[in-house]
């Protein structure tokens, strides 16, 4: 079946440092989400993606989908400890409505 | 977010034991999910519903069933509860239109 896998599960970084997760889906996909989940929350929508190639920017946060449109990358410029929490990418399964996510990446920012 | 409640919040319950999570939710969306949160595993897809005479199996649906109740309520049954299904719960939902999902704040079951 459809998977969707997220690069690397964890990362510790110094505050100030930058930050990448990458994902990665075994099919073609028509758009990606990201979420974020802060330590005992739930996960929170942060942005959309549909075009092939496609870069947007939310102030220290950059997010591409790649040109097969089967991968995706979220990019955190000069981590602050509200950055804590686990990323998670999230991509429709084929000819459904229903979104598998990712694996998730738990970042933990060090002051 | 607010619009969308689970109870209970923390369940501790012994195998074998039946239990029902709750979701509602005050979003008018008719789109409603159900999944399981496991450390290492993200989160998993177990029922999923797009209106209120549409239920769908997701990824992971053994040992669980579900009810939807009306537009707003959505229901997670185990039937006998085992121990590997303890883990943390999420309710979410989505409209027609937008396919951002907001979710619930969980609830943590943990089976004996």
């Known amino acids: 079946g459809q998977q969707v896998m997220q690069i690397p599960q964890y990362q510790h970084v110094q505050e100030g440092e930058d930050f990448t997760t990458y994902c990665n889906s075994s099919?073609?996909?028509?758009?990606i989400q990201w979420y974020k989940q802060r330590p005992g929350g739930h996960p929170v929508f942060l942005i959309q993606?549909?075009?092939?190639?496609e870069v947007k920017k939310q102030k220290r946060l950059t997010f591409q989908f790649g040109e097969a449109k089967k991968n995706s990358s979220l990019h955190i410029t000069a981590t602050q400890t509200t950055d804590v929490g686990t990323y998670f990418c999230?991509?429709?399964?084929?000819?459904?409505?229903?979104?598998?996510f990712g694996t998730g990446t738990r970042l933990k920012v060090l002051a | 977010d607010a619009d969308v409640t689970q109870t209970p919040r923390n369940r501790i319950t012994k195998t074998g034991k039946r239990i029902m999570l709750e979701c509602s939710q005050t979003k008018g969306h008719d789109r409603m999910y159900w999944y399981r949160q496991d450390p290492g595993l993200g989160l998993r897809l177990i029922y999923y519903?797009?209106?209120?005479?549409?239920?769908n199996k997701g990824e992971i649906s053994d040992g669980y069933s579900v009810s939807r109740q009306a537009q707003a309520k959505f229901s997670l049954s185990l039937e006998s509860a085992i121990p590997n299904q303890t883990a943390l719960y999420f309710c979410a939902t989505s409209d027609l239109s937008r396919s951002e999902q907001f979710f619930g704040p969980g609830t943590r079951l943990t089976v004996l």
């Open positions: 999230a991509g429709p399964s084929s000819g459904t409505y229903k979104y598998i």
């Open positions: 519903s797009f209106d209120v005479k549409d239920i």
């Open positions: 099919t073609t996909l028509s758009n």
């Open positions: 993606l549909v075009k092939s190639g």
